[in-house]
């Protein structure tokens, strides 16, 4: 089975439609994605829009660099 990979505005825009009323089951039929899938993305970005997800993935990247940073420091 083909994985698919959504990005964030993807999976908040697939969210959306479920918040408007779109049953989830015609979700997973339409993204081609499971039922489990829609209900992670649910728990994970909860009420959360593009701007929100997009600002978590900067602090979460720069974070990273950080620990990179001080990582290759220690070594």
């Given at each position: 089975?083909?994985?698919?990979?959504?990005?964030?505005?993807?999976?908040?825009?697939?969210l959306?439609?479920?918040?408007?009323?779109?049953?989830?089951?015609?979700?997973c039929?339409?993204?081609?994605v499971?039922?489990?899938?829609?209900?992670?993305?649910?728990?994970?970005?909860?009420?959360m829009d593009?701007s929100?997800?997009?600002?978590?993935l900067?602090?979460?990247?720069?974070?990273?660099?950080?620990?990179?940073?001080?990582?290759?420091?220690?070594?």
């Amino acid at each position: 089975m083909k994985r698919n990979h959504f990005s964030d505005e993807q999976i908040i825009g697939i969210l959306k439609e479920h918040e408007a009323g779109t049953p989830v089951s015609e979700l997973c039929r339409k993204h081609g994605v499971s039922d489990a899938s829609i209900y992670k993305w649910k728990a994970k970005f909860g009420d959360m829009d593009v701007s929100e997800a997009k600002r978590l993935l900067a602090d979460a990247m720069l974070d990273n660099a950080a620990l990179k940073d001080l990582l290759g420091k220690k070594w």
